[in-house]
Nanobody, 124 residues
Framework: QVQLVESGGGTEQAGGSLKLSCIAS????????MGWFRQAPGKDRELVAA????????YYSDSVRGRFTISRNNIKNALYLQMTSLNAKDTAVYSC?????????????????WGQGTQVTVSS
């Protein structure tokens, strides 16, 4: 059973930056497309960024495009989310997830492996 463990969350001031990491226990994560989701209190979970198996194709939601960067290092079994120009609306629990396919997907139901999440709080 593949496990995903996120780290890097915390409290940051508006305008600041944070980098999230997700380490997979799998022998080879290159068989998975991966994504970062977030869920704010009282709101539905939303996909903020996704990436294909090789990192060549990426997707960003309108709310983070131009501020967040998703990347992966398959040798290190790692997924990253670099977040810049943070604002209060970015406050949420961020989770990484893996889909059992190599091509990028924006369909939440296709992500079958989830991390436990890490809290990001942006103070104004």
């Amino acid at each position: 059973q593949v496990q995903l463990v996120e780290s890097g969350g915390g409290t940051e001031q508006a305008g600041g930056s944070l980098k999230l990491s997700c380490i997979a226990s799998a022998r080879d994560i290159s068989i998975y497309a991966m994504g970062w989701f977030r869920q704010a209190p009282g709101k539905d979970r939303e996909l903020v960024a996704a990436i294909d198996w090789a990192g060549g194709n990426t997707y960003y939601s309108d709310s983070v495009r131009g501020r967040f960067t998703i990347s992966r290092n398959n040798i290190k079994n790692a997924l990253y989310l670099q977040m810049t120009s943070l604002n209060a609306k970015d406050t949420a629990v961020y989770s990484c997830a893996a889909a059992n396919k190599i091509y990028l997907t924006t369909v939440q139901e296709e992500y079958s492996i989830w991390g436990q999440g890490t809290q990001v709080t942006v103070s104004s």
